[in-house]
């Protein structure tokens, strides 16, 4: 937490030390006895830098323990304030826009409004379904922690398990959903938010949060003239009146548009309608909650005034700033994004690179194992042909002998050494030896020849495998490097992104009402009447087909591991507004039905 010390500049007195909370920050300022809510105001905005000043205001808990809004025009030791040497403030929003993505301008702005959100929804304060509360935890992920990793999952999982993540309800109502189930869900929706900045993923959790039913709404507990409890829910858009029981779905509703003052006498609070048919909506309250309701009344009414016209100068010069730090910032990104492609393609190439040398490697060893293969198959067919070759001169020696024996018994028979019969009989032996031994050396001869056909054949085939092997590697390259260059072309063909500004119609001008204790306001309707563009409004989810059937399926997988034991009365609401097709603007449309003059008896008869 950020600590800063400030000083307001004030008479030299005894100060007083004063704590704001601005959900990320805390800062000390001492302050004079004289310093007023206004002064102490301006200083916290000057602090963080805050312009659109307009939607916020100093909250703290007064001497009876309530919620109460400092008074600017006040001073602060004359406020409600226990009794006690340091003061702490909430530096919170009082009022909101009718749609956030839109009305906001600041950076500032956007984050103290998605912190504030963020933590109405994991307290439970504004009630949200399990599904999107995934879809919001997933935004708050990108936001915290950018471009999914899987690295981050233990992380997710700490937080989870801090209860920083999901409202506790949704994992209680869940049991057999392990924390690693939650954090796998919500990390496969993470993913999808690749490429999305801090501040653009913040928007985009808003809005989808500004389309839950209890969103922006302040709830004050009220009657009717039959003293039925009830409450009134007031919000940017309108009032709203509820059973006590259900903060959900409005009975009964009324337009800004509709009502031309608002007062209170007492612990009566009164409405007055334009319709002049209409009775006055009179309801009960104690005095000082009339005040607040007036003041919230007051402050609402006058930002939905001003969204119907034109931009101040100041809040136009605002808007022409903020366009161009988005610019600036879409240009950062769009460099950055660059820069990760090109860092991307150089990882690429460098793998390609490594691969090709590994294959190039793995190559010559094929090649060397093929030749050692090769050589020693013609090694053995060598020493093959080699014994063979051996066993040919042995027959050619026999062959010899066996002639040079028929030669010698031819005359030794000739010179009467040998009788005629034996010669014949030894004559016909050396004949069979003879012919035996040419066989065999006939084969021999073969057998020889074949080897040395062999030896030269498998030497040719080694040769052609390795040969193709060769030439197939480099017709893959060849087929890698055209592709590259290819792409390489199209990419320096292709056109740079279209570049859209954002122009807002929303109004907005300085806020200059101060307190509500003189129980009247007179609203002004000057060129608001027929202006009720919030009645045609759908909410995010329904413009995203894709995100809906998502939300639908995500919605099925939980309730299979949903403990029906645990739901709440506000989920059981919740669950029949589902089944009766109801979101918050049908809903809307339906609680403003016929005219004033009828909803104002229709109140009146709860």
């Known amino acids: 937490i950020l600590l800063l010390n400030r000083l307001v500049e004030m008479p030299s007195k005894t100060p007083m030390n004063v704590k704001i909370n601005t959900m990320d920050a805390e800062l000390d300022f001492a302050i004079q006895s004289s310093t007023t809510g206004k002064m102490l105001f301006d200083q916290v905005v000057k602090t963080i830098g ?70 109405q929804i994991l307290t439970d304060a504004v009630y949200c379904p399990a599904e999107a509360a995934v879809l919001l935890a997933s935004y708050a992920m990108q936001a915290k922690y950018g471009d999914q990793k899987d690295s981050q999952l233990e992380d997710i999982k700490k937080d989870i ?120 909506l009179q309801m009960k309250s104690n005095l000082k909650q009339n005040k607040t309701i007036l003041m919230i009344c007051m402050g609402n009414h006058e930002l939905y005034l001003r969204r119907r016209k034109p931009d101040s100068i100041e809040v136009q010069q605002m808007r022409a700033e903020a366009e161009a730090q988005r610019k600036k910032r879409a240009e950062e990104k769009e460099r950055l994004e660059r820069e990760r492609k090109a860092r991307e393609d150089s990882e690429r190439q460098l793998r390609e690179v490594n691969e090709k040398l590994q294959e190039a490697e793995r190559r010559a060893e094929e090649r060397e194992r093929q030749f050692r293969e090769v050589e020693e198959e013609n090694a053995r067919l060598r020493a093959q042909l080699s014994n063979i070759q051996s066993d040919i001169d042995r027959m050619e020696a026999e062959r010899a002998e066996l002639l040079s024996e028929k030669e010698s018994l031819a005359k030794r028979v000739s010179e009467g050494e040998v009788s005629k019969e034996e010669y014949e009989r030894r004559m016909m032996e050396i004949q069979q030896e003879y012919e035996t031994v040419q ?65 807002s119609n929303y109004q907005n001008a300085q806020e200059k009402h101060d307190d509500a204790d003189d129980g009247d306001f007179l609203l002004s309707q000057e060129q608001v009447t027929n202006n009720r563009s919030e009645e045609s409004r759908i909410t995010a989810v329904s413009k995203d087909r894709s ?32 089944k009766q097709g109801r979101d918050k603007y049908k809903t809307l449309n339906l609680i403003r039905r016929g005219n004033t003059k009828s909803r104002v008896a229709e109140f009146e008869a709860i």
Not at 73 to 90: H, S, V
Not at 175 to 204: Q, S
Not at 439 to 449: H, M
């Open 161 to 280: 398990e801090n209860g920083r993540v999901l409202p506790e309800r949704v994992r209680q109502q869940h049991p057999t959903f392990t924390v690693d189930d939650w954090a796998k869900k919500i990390n496969e929706w993470h993913a999808e938010h690749r490429g999305l900045v801090r501040e653009e993923t913040m928007r985009e959790y808003l809005k989808i949060a500004q389309d839950l039913d209890m969103y922006g709404v302040s709830y004050f507990e009220v009657t009717n003239k039959k003293d039925t409890p009830l409450l009134l829910g007031v919000d940017a858009l309108g009032l709203n009146v509820y059973d006590r029981s259900n903060k959900l779905t409005p009975r009964v509703g009324f337009p800004w548009s509709e009502i031309s003052n608002i007062s209170f006498n007492g612990k009566t609070f009164i409405v007055k309608p334009n319709d002049k048919k209409a009775d006055n």
């Open 547 to 578: 995100l809906a059937d998502k939300l639908t399926e995500l919605s099925s997988a939980l309730s299979g591991a949903r403990d029906v034991k645990q739901n709440t009365a506000v989920d059981q609401i919740h669950q029949e507004n589902v």
């Open 439 to 503: 066989t065999r050396l006939s084969q021999k001869e073969q057998e020889a020849e074949n080897l040395r056909d062999n030896l030269v054949q498998t030497k040719a085939e080694k040769e052609a495998e390795v040969h193709r092997l060769e030439e197939d590697m480099q017709k893959k390259l060849a087929m890698q490097q055209a592709a590259a260059a290819a792409a390489a072309a199209a990419a320096a063909a292709a056109p740079p992104p279209a570049s859209y500004q954002h122009v």
């Open 50 to 119: 805050l312009r659109e000043l307009w939607y916020f205001g100093l909250l703290y808990k007064d001497s009876s323990g309530h919620d109460a809004w400092i008074k600017l025009n006040k001073k602060i030791k004359d406020q409600d304030l226990p009794k006690k040497d340091n003061y702490e403030f909430q530096f919170r929003a009082k009022f909101y826009p009718e749609d956030a993505t839109d009305e906001l301008i600041q950076d500032i702005t956007v984050k103290l409004f998605y912190l504030q959100v963020k933590e």
